[in-house]
């Protein structure tokens, strides 16, 4: 099995927090504001520039909690050479097909060396667990052309495309959309607001005891969560990146042909 490098990111630029709401500034504060509720409309007690630092904390909370971006962001990253015909992306990468808006990877270099896409199968776009392209993407020699392997080096593969965890559309996942926008909310509340406080932290309490009477709340999310707010902590769980490398696909053809020969 071909192992998973750390890639380096430094050459893929960033995008603006705001654009997990959409492409276009103005128009993606509206809706943000719209999908936070009708009292987060009122520009006058939450003017942009508050609203964009709160997206921008939002988005920086749900991406490191997750381990993954969930807009289009297009450059060049660097990875390991793996020594064999396939190169594994790590979970936290996927690409972005042409079916989902995007150009999938358009150009790719070995230790310096042009390879010829057409020599390569991509595995990119959107679709359902457990093979989902987004969990496991790849990039496999088809051995036609003259590169037969990726030769084993540190960051000595270039790849140039689209990345980023997209619905089928393209589009921010919804549910990530709604997760950014309950932490952007978090972060509005005013500190000196002790009752909105209270509101948004209530989540966490395990026992209250009021005029004589206690009751309990067990805490939001799974295993108590990162936030105490079910609705974002089920969205972390389910947005993670796979923390294990999934298997290469010539390992797995490998293994359906032992099967079946077992059957016989």
Same mark, same amino acid.
């Given at each position: 099995? &071909?192992?998973? &490098? ?22 993606? #504060? =509206?809706?943000?504001? $719209? ?8 520009e ?8 964009k630092? $709160? ?21 060049? @990253?660097? #990875?390991? !050479? ?14 972005? &097909?042409?079916g ?18 057409t020599? +390569?199968?991509?595995?990119? *776009?959107?679709? /359902?667990?457990?093979?989902d ?19 084993? *080096? /540190?960051?000595?593969?270039? #790849? ?6 997209l619905?089928?559309? *393209?589009?921010?996942?919804?549910? @990530?959309?709604?997760? @950014? ?9 005013? =500190? ?12 966490? +309490? ?12 067990? $805490?939001?999310?799974?295993? *108590? !969560? ?6 974002i902590? &089920? $969205?972390? @769980? ?9 298997k290469?696909? !010539?390992?797995?053809? /490998?293994r ?9």
């Open positions: 099995m &071909s192992a998973v &490098s750390t890639p380096d990111l430094s050459a893929l630029p960033a995008s603006e927090a705001w654009a997990y709401f959409g492409s276009v500034e103005a128009a993606a #504060l =509206l809706a943000a504001r $719209a999908r936070m509720g009708a009292e987060y409309e009122d006058t007690t939450y003017p942009d520039a508050d609203l630092t $709160a997206i921008t904390a939002a988005v920086t909370f749900f991406e490191s909690a997750t381990g993954r971006f969930f807009v289009k962001r297009t450059g060049s @990253v660097l #990875l390991d !050479g793996s020594g064999s015909v396939v190169l594994l992306l790590p979970g936290s990468l996927p690409i972005v &097909s042409v989902q808006g995007g150009d999938s990877i358009t150009a790719v270099e070995l230790d310096g060396v042009a390879v010829t896409l020599d +390569l199968t991509i595995n990119d *776009g959107a679709g /359902h667990k457990p093979r392209p987004r969990d496991a993407p790849y990039l496999e020699l088809t051995g036609e052309g003259d590169t037969t392997r990726w030769t084993p *080096g /540190h960051r000595i593969v270039e #790849l140039t495309g689209d990345f980023g965890y619905d089928s559309s *393209g589009d921010t996942p919804e549910l @990530v959309r709604d997760a @950014v926008a309950r932490l952007t909310i978090r972060g509005l509340v005013p =500190l000196d607001d002790e009752d909105a406080q209270e509101d948004q932290w209530r989540g966490s +309490l395990v026992t209250e005891q009021t005029q004589g009477r206690s009751y309990t709340k067990a $805490a939001g999310g799974r295993g *108590g !969560g990162l936030t105490t707010d079910k609705r902590d &089920s $969205a972390i @769980v389910r947005f993670k990146a796979p923390s294990r490398a999934p290469s696909p !010539g390992m797995g053809r /490998h359906r042909r032992s099967w079946w020969s077992r059957r016989r």
